[in-house]
């Protein structure tokens, strides 16, 4: 545990008494009557949101409202992809301001991530594949997003065990390739933000549902939750994939479709994979977690829905891009398989933005992408929660936008999992 004694004799002691003595992470609070702020949903978003409430903008009384356990959602179940190579300027920037906060976020929270900045490929396997990455890369050279188009030559001299033989059915031509981006520990993160969230005050509520809204006049005045009433003039709600049932209990509709996401890892094995590889064409994405396990995904599962689960033919289809692209990993066996609710907006772009209700703001929409996301998002949420109005990153991602017009189109950098 961070800020232990990690003496052979502690760990020794530790071990015989089954780790009681050891100091909780973060502190189990109890709900209060009211607070200054209520961040609802914990996961990596929400705890991240609470850390720069507390943090930057010194709200003195928060609370995050989970109704699981923290960090059990979404950010417990995604592949932990963290680039910034997104199309447009207001998606790469949003997520370039949450890289540069991942490069020194171990640092910040005193615990370790475990960010590893491995690299990510997208291969382009035809030539309009190629058209788009090189857009891409030409657009995020503009934005100061490191990007480069690599030849299939200097794709294969980089990942040697991938297939790039042209008489594959979708050959490789080349790819856009991320130096500074890779990988972090889905846990460490959101468990290193519970801690850092916790030591400033924060209270972290396990088991607590949120059942409903008190709106008075327009205005949010509190929540009904399944520990309770409690009283809130700011209610910023980050629920990932429940985020329209959330925003149903206030009236406001959000324009968002709730899908599984599935993935898998393999049995562990010996270091093979040392970055990050994606196709949108053969649909499929791989790396290899720090236990040796290759991390797999592809798409989500095209039927709505809450069940975290998803359809059988989404792991054949995922296991055959895989072997296409890696032919010598048909052996490999697979030891688990899961899904989280994603939740997809008509442009593949998060919705951070203040609502028709007075004090009630919403941070959704990331769908398949989110995690890379979580120090910028909640970065950025706070302020606009703090401030009652959007930090400049986020305007642009307001819900006005889908009655504007002002959509930002990201499908494409979205990529496979779309
Ligand atoms: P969550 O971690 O889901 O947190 C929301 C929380 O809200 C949950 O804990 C939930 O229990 C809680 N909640 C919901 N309703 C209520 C309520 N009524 N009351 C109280 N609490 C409530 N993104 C990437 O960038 N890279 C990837 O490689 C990647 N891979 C993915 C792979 C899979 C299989 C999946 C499912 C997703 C993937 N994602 C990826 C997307 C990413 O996981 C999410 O965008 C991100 O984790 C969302 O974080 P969050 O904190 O908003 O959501
Ligand atoms: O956004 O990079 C991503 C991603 C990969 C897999 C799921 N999402």
């Known amino acids: 545990m961070p800020g232990q004694n990690y003496s052979l004799w502690s760990l020794f002691k530790h071990g015989l ?27 990596g978003h929400g705890l991240a949101t609470a850390y720069y409430l507390a943090k930057n903008h010194k709200v003195g009384r928060i609370a995050v409202l989970e109704k699981g356990y923290l960090g059990g959602g979404n950010t417990a179940r995604n592949t932990t992809i963290v680039r910034s ?30 960010f590893s900045q491995r690299g990510v490929f997208n291969l382009g396997h035809t030539l309009q594949d190629m058209r788009d990455i090189e857009r891409r890369v030409a657009a ?48 460490a993160v959101a468990r290193g933000f519970a801690r850092a969230a916790s030591r400033l005050g924060v209270d972290l509520i396990e088991n607590c549902e949120v059942l409903g809204f008190d709106i008075e006049g327009g205005r ?41 996401l599935q993935a898998f890892v393999s ?52 296991a055959a891009a895989i072997l296409e692209l890696f032919p010598q990993f048909s052996r490999v066996r697979m030891n688990r398989q899961w899904g989280g609710i994603v939740d997809v907006s008509p442009d593949a772009c998060p919705i951070i933005s203040k609502t028709p209700v007075q004090g009630l703001f919403f941070n959704c929409g990331w769908g398949t992408g989110g995690f890379k996301a979580t120090p910028g998002s909640g970065h950025v949420f706070a302020h606009t929660i703090a401030h009652d109005a959007p930090h400049p990153l986020a305007a642009p991602f307001a819900l006005d936008r889908f009655s504007n017009g002002h959509l930002i189109d990201e499908h494409g950098a979205a990529a496979v999992a779309h």
């Open 140 to 187: 995020n050279h503009l934005q100061g997003v490191d990007a480069h188009v690599l030849t299939a030559a200097e794709v294969k001299e980089k990942i040697p065990q991938l297939d790039t033989g042209r008489s594959r059915r979708l050959p490789v031509l080349g790819a856009s390739w991320q130096p500074r981006a890779g990988i972090a520990h889905h846990d």
């Open 220 to 260: 949010v005045k509190g929540l009904q939750t399944s520990q309770g009433p409690v009283k809130a003039d700011r209610v910023g709600c980050v629920a990932a994939g429940h985020s329209s049932v959330l925003a149903a209990m206030a009236g406001v509709r959000l324009p968002l479709e709730s899908h599984p």
């Open 17 to 43: 008494n089954h780790h009681k003595t050891w100091e909780p992470a973060w502190t189990r609070a109890s709900l209060k009557p009211s607070y200054d702020v209520v961040i609802v949903g914990g996961g």
């Open 85 to 114: 190579n997104y199309l447009w300027d207001e998606a790469a920037l949003l997520y370039e301001h949450g890289m540069k906060l991942w490069e020194g976020l171990s640092e910040d929270l005193n615990f370790n991530v475990m």
């Open 267 to 318: 049995e562990s094995m010996q270091r093979v994979i040392d970055t990050v590889i994606m196709s949108n064409a053969v649909h499929g994405y791989l790396s290899q977690s720090d236990k040796g396990e290759l991390v797999i995904g592809a798409g989500i599962d095209s039927y709505l829905g809450y069940g975290q689960r998803g359809s059988p033919h989404v792991i054949d289809h995922t």
